[in-house]
């Protein structure tokens, strides 16, 4: 399968809707924070957006010039000279790049406050990327806090401004190359979930299977897959593995047991999602009718999926079969992607569940973002989950608008599995 890569266009693109920012926000800089490399799931990397390069810097436009990049050791620097030598195609020049440490200015304050002197902005106005929430995991600003409030003390004449919503608005259409990452990273998702089918087995441990999926992957070249998994005879638990973060042995697969996995697969810093049922065996007849209430949901949202709907209209017509059914959902039936941003409601449910009324505090979100308009080239996870009698099943894929309608691009795990 042909592999895609960003060209310089794409660069161009990009570096320009970064000043087109600016103007439209009335700042005459735009920092934008990138989390450290190798962050799990959801990451947030503004930074890789505008630099194409290693994960976890700080990209600061000023006015009409280049970005200049703060890394934080030179072992970037490093990668970035092998990356020349073997002739790939780099967006930020030498010159612009700079390391530190904790005595030297880098990717810290005293590196921010460096370029915004340099360029003569001690008392300008300046964008900032990281300062907003972003969900699913930052649900607090992902900039350390002692880090920020060093430049503002350094910068007392600077006005600073949050830029996360109008930055979504502005990069959650995605280009013609952009797409094309996202269907290779797809491709790697169905690749993942049929490695899995293949592997369930009873006897099968549910590390065996996680490693089937990750395997499929990473040898497809997508360097960060992960996984949410449970499996059982019926259950509404959803996260990790108890495995991978309590010592415990994994769990072997029975006969009559339910696989339900979330496969993250990610190429290029661009994200899908893949909804892995599996069943072993005959399955529960209760697991058959969350499979197809599941189904149901997912398409009602490809009948809605399209230019001239709101994604409130999107998230309610997911939840109707649910609502009509007296089921509930586990997680979100869909979410955006690339960037995350509008997530259907959930949680409600729980309030069902026997063990329920132990716990101090429940959490319940509604729908956010319903009000955004659905347009072409916007990715979003479908995950219609259903319940029936306290048994559980998620289905779906990751799904682009068209200028015409939705384009599934996994339709394999739309349906419930059968090992």
């Given amino acids: 399968m042909h592999i895609p890569t ?3 266009a794409e660069r161009d693109r990009r570096w320009a809707l970064a000043r087109r920012l600016m103007d439209e926000q009335g700042v005459d ?3 934008a924070y990138g989390e450290h490399e190798c962050a799990d799931l959801a990451p947030f990397a503004p930074d890789a957006y505008f630099s194409n390069d290693r994960p976890g810097s700080f990209v600061v436009f000023c006015r009409d010039a280049d970005p200049v990049q703060l890394v934080w050791s030179n072992m970037s620097i490093q990668d970035h000279i092998e990356a020349g030598r073997r002739g790939d195609e780099l967006w930020i020049e030498p010159r612009n790049i700079r390391a530190g440490s904790v005595i030297q200015p880098g990717k810290n304050a005293a590196g921010i406050v460096e370029v915004l002197r340099e360029h003569g902005l001690e008392n300008a106005s300046v964008g900032v990327l990281g300062l907003d929430i972003y969900p699913p995991f930052h649900l607090n600003p992902p900039i350390p806090y002692l880090l920020w409030r060093e430049v503002v003390d350094s910068l007392p004449g600077v006005t600073f401004k949050q830029m996360g919503p109008a930055f979504l608005a502005a990069t959650i259409r995605l280009s013609e190359e952009e797409l094309a990452v996202v269907r290779y990273s797809a491709a790697a998702g169905d690749a993942m979930a049929e490695a899995m089918l293949e592997a369930a087995a ?3 441990t549910e590390a065996e299977l ?3 999926g990750m395997s499929a992957a990473f040898r497809r070249g997508c360097a960060a897959p992960d996984m949410l998994l ?9 996260g990790p593995p108890a495995w991978s973060y309590r010592p415990q042995a994994p769990r072997r697969l029975q006969s009559g047991d339910v696989v339900l996995a979330e496969g993250f697969c990610r190429f290029g810093m661009k994200e899908t999602q893949h909804q892995i049922a599996i069943a072993i065996g005959e399955p529960h007849p209760d697991i058959k009718a969350a499979a197809e209430l599941a189904a149901a949901c997912y398409e009602e949202g490809l009948k809605v999926a399209r230019p001239g709907n709101t994604f ?4 309610e017509a997911m939840l109707a079969p ?3 059914a007296g089921s509930w959902n586990i997680h979100p039936m869909v979410h955006t992607l690339n960037p995350y941003g509008p997530v259907c409601g959930f949680g409600s449910g729980l309030t069902e569940v026997p063990e329920a009324s132990d716990y101090g ?3 319940v979100l509604p729908t956010i973002g319903g009000e955004m308009p659905l347009q072409p080239g916007m990715t979003f996870s479908f995950e219609p989950n259903a319940v029936i009698n306290g048994k559980a099943v998620n289905l779906g894929g990751t799904v682009i608008i068209g200028d015409r309608g939705p384009l599934e691009l996994n339709p394999f795990t739309s349906r419930l599995l059968r090992a």
């Fill in 361 to 363: 505090r429940l959490f």
């Fill in 6 to 8: 960003y060209s310089l």
């Fill in 210 to 212: 996680f490693a089937a």
């Fill in 230 to 238: 449970w499996s059982g005879t019926g259950f509404v638990a959803w």
């Fill in 322 to 324: 649910l609502k009509e």
């Fill in 312 to 315: 409130g209209d999107l998230a």
């Fill in 29 to 31: 800089a735009l920092v």
């Fill in 202 to 204: 009873p006897g099968v």
